[in-house]
């Protein structure tokens, strides 16, 4: 184990938080020594350069030094630590170190590494190359009682090796009774609404940690101040061990009084927007000024432009699941969806229908995205009595293509209508047939491995529940209609077949498509989104 000695250590706030995303962050440190006479200082070392393994992005650094004449030399020590060698040829009254950086902060894993097959598990010996290589790291300081009796607590059973650092790394703070600096009580801590509290202040120290070599991980920091791996935040200087070899600055100087000062501080010069934080006013204005600038270039040439808009929904939980970034679909959204329309209907439409039907459709994608509709009355008589009868999708029932007959059966009877209207669809037997001749004589139709995922599952649901299978019922409403589609129409690729309807919606909006359809199932593909209409 080394010791990082001086390290700069930054903070952001609500760190946590933050996601795959990289902040620009300007450090300042000032180390001051105010003599009360004039001195003579002996060549000074100074170690406050990020080290050669730090795992973060330095932008820029500058070290500046008073008294302004002096001789600076850069080199590296035995550990590869950058370290300045200083030479003052006058006495001064004053020696000054002012030190600025800038570093991107990007988040990463700590644990993201691999371990040698011989270092899974603790204990572990380090091979013989390795112990030579380390042998200033392994020698050991002499054992008090009281580190005796500390040492002889810890548990050395077999165990996997991550777990007895993540075990062990805390246990320091808690043993000594030291407070882990963001421990709450320490400064008054506000919860957050979303996520873990923390430092509303980013903030920077400058302070100690130690390193471990773990085979196959390399070096890897253990801070004992947070309890935590040394992370994006922790810029390492110099890492020696011993001490005294990593001190910020080292040098002789005559024998005075000495007024010491130190001051660090931390600045975010540039940060991404996010979710989290979102542009700010600034950014804001210069946004719709550009904005202005392009309409105004737009109505000098007569260009005419449309626009529409809607809301776009994130999850506050897994935000950056492709549901809610890039897919039509995914494993919450739809659920998500369906209880916001039903909160809509209850605050906006009481006395209104819900009708889950086709939206959007996107070229290249098979099916259109679902619309999630609401449809009242604006006098406020009510079209819906009993919002239980709704069918909601979060409590699926599994109707057989049997229930939506009887359904399709009862709604003609209650219409007047014979049961001769009743159209029922099936998949296009020819189309199949055609797709699985098609297909090489290798693949097996069950599991075939064609690149489009629906593709897939569409084939594998044909061909299990038979091509002569009723996937839905149709019953025409518009006068005059009754041969629109000769009974037995198929559902043809690229058309919704009767089963990408919800459980007893059309696929359009009733006043366009004046038909019912009953489905036996629910096909779903794309987003769904609440349409109010006005």
């Not at 005075?256 to 010069?269: A, N, P």
């Not at 540039?270 to 109505?299: F, I, M, N």
């Not at 084939?459 to 009974?487: C, H, I, S, W």
Request: net charge negative; charged share 25%; with cysteine.
């Amino acid at each position: 184990m080394r010791l990082t000695r001086d390290i700069f250590s930054m903070q952001s706030a609500s760190t946590a938080q933050k996601k795959r995303m990289s902040i620009h962050a300007a450090l300042h440190h000032v180390t001051h020594y105010k003599y009360d006479r004039l001195v003579q200082l002996g060549p000074q070392v100074v170690r406050l350069r990020p080290a050669p393994h730090c795992r973060s992005n330095v932008i820029s650094y500058s070290l500046r030094v008073e008294p302004a004449e002096h001789f600076v030399n850069w080199m590296q020590d035995p550990f590869a630590n950058y370290q300045a060698r200083l030479v003052f040829p006058e006495k001064t009254r004053e020696f000054k170190v002012t030190v600025d950086l800038v570093v991107e902060m990007a988040v990463y894993n700590p644990f993201d590494f691999f371990l040698e097959p011989q270092a899974e598990n603790f204990p572990f010996k380090y091979t013989p190359s390795q112990a030579e290589e380390l042998a200033p790291y392994l020698v050991a300081d002499p054992v008090t009682p009281l580190l005796q009796a500390y040492l002889d607590k810890i548990d050395r059973k077999e165990q996997r090796t991550i777990d007895f650092l993540v075990g062990f790394e805390p246990a320091g703070p808690e043993d000594v009774n030291y407070l882990i600096r963001m421990e709450p009580g320490l400064t008054p801590d506000v919860k957050a609404l979303d996520g873990p509290s923390g430092t509303t202040v980013d903030f920077t120290d400058l302070h100690a940690w130690c390193e471990v070599f773990l085979p196959g991980a390399g070096w890897i920091g253990l801070d004992a101040t947070s309890g935590l791996l040394a992370g994006e935040g922790h810029i390492p200087l110099a890492c020696t061990p011993t001490p005294s070899s990593a001190a910020p600055i080292e040098g002789g100087v005559d024998e005075s009084e000495v007024e010491f000062s130190h001051d660090m501080k931390v600045t975010r010069i540039y940060e991404s927007p996010r979710v989290t934080k979102p542009y700010t006013e600034d950014q804001w204005a210069d946004v719709l000024a550009l904005g202005e600038a392009v309409d105004a270039r737009l109505k000098a040439g007569d260009v005419r432009l449309t626009m529409g808009g809607e809301p776009t929904y994130v999850a506050t939980t897994d935000r950056d699941a492709p549901e809610w970034n890039t897919d039509a679909l995914g494993p919450t959204k739809r659920g998500y969806a369906t209880e916001l329309v039903h909160k809509l209907r209850a605050e906006y439409g009481k006395g209104g229908f819900l009708h889950f039907g086709q939206g959007k459709w996107y070229p290249g994608e098979q099916l259109p995205r679902w619309a999630l509709s609401i449809f009242w009355r604006a006098d406020g008589q009510p079209l819906w009595h009993d919002p239980d009868l709704f069918a909601d999708e979060r409590f699926p029932t599994h109707y057989t293509s049997e229930d939506a007959r009887r359904f399709t059966n009862l709604l003609a009877q209650k219409l007047g209508l014979t049961e001769r209207y009743i159209q029922p669809g099936y998949e296009d037997i020819f189309y199949y047939l055609w797709r699985e001749r098609r297909l090489p004589v290798n693949v097996d139709p069950f599991d075939s491995k064609l690149d489009d995922e629906l593709e897939r599952v569409r084939l594998r649901r044909v061909f299990t529940q038979k091509l002569d299978a009723v996937v839905g019922y149709m019953l025409p409403l518009e006068p005059g209609n009754a041969n629109r589609d000769a009974p037995g129409s198929k559902a043809r690729p690229g058309r919704p077949a009767p089963g990408s309807c919800a459980t007893t919606g059309s696929i359009s909006s009733p006043a366009i498509r004046p038909w019912a359809i009953a489905c036996r199932s629910t096909r779903s593909h794309g987003s769904a989104r609440a349409t109010i209409p006005t």
